[in-house]
C-alpha cells in the first residue's frame, strides 16, 4: 500500500500567475530569506489530505465531486497582501482573496464536511483564502524591505479566479521544490 501526499484546491488562472509572478521578482530583490512559489504552482489549498493510501484516492475523489456538485460556479477576486501569523513575524507571504472570498469559504466547508466523513480531520483554524507567494526560510532575518514593500502592496490587485472546478492534487516533495500533479478534477454543479 502506497502512500500519496495530496490536497484539495482550486488552481490559479494564467491572470493572477502573471501578476503573482510580477509581484515575486520584486519582492525577491529584497529577501533572500524567503523560497519563492512558482507561479504556475499556485493554488488556493481548501484541504490538506498529508499522506493517504492510494486505495483511498477513488473515494475521496468521490466526496469531492459530491461537495462540488453541491456549489455554483463563481468568480475569486485575488487581492491584498499580507502573512502568517503577520508582518511582523512573518512565516508565509501571502496574496488574499476579495469578492468570492465567501463563497470559497463555503466551498471549504462543503470539501470539509465531505472528507470528514471518510476520517480526514476538517482544519481547526478558521479558513483563510489564500494563494502563497513564499515561506520564510529558518533563521530568515533580513525580511526589512520586503516587510515595507508588502506594507506599500496592501492593495495589491492581482486579477480574477474562475472557480468552475476543484483538482484533488499529489505532492511529491523534491530538493527543487514541490511537484504537483493533477489526479481528479470535480466540476462545480453548471461549471463548464
Known sequence: MSAIRSFIAVESSPEVRQAAGRLIQQLARLGRDVKWVEPENMHLTL????????EQIPAISQAVRQAAAECRPFDLEIRGTGAFPNLRR??????GVGQGAEELAALA???????????????????????????VRRGGGQLA?????????????AGWIPVRQLTLFSSQLTPQGPIYTP??????????
Do not use: C, M, Y
Request: hydrophobic share 40%; aromatic share 10%; proline share 5%.
Open 145 to 157: 524591505a520586503l516587510i515595507e514593500h508588502l506594507r506599500k502592496e496592501h492593495a495589491f490587485q
Open 47 to 54: 484541504q490538506f489530505l498529508g499522506d493517504v493510501a492510494s
Open 183 to 192: 489526479l481528479d478534477h470535480a466540476r462545480l454543479a453548471g461549471g463548464l
Open 109 to 135: 466547508q462543503k470539501v470539509q464536511q465531505a472528507l470528514q466523513k471518510l476520517g480526514f480531520r476538517p482544519e481547526e483554524r478558521p479558513f483563510h483564502g489564500h494563494l502563497t507567494l513564499g515561506r
Open 90 to 95: 512573518p512565516n508565509v507571504f501571502w496574496l
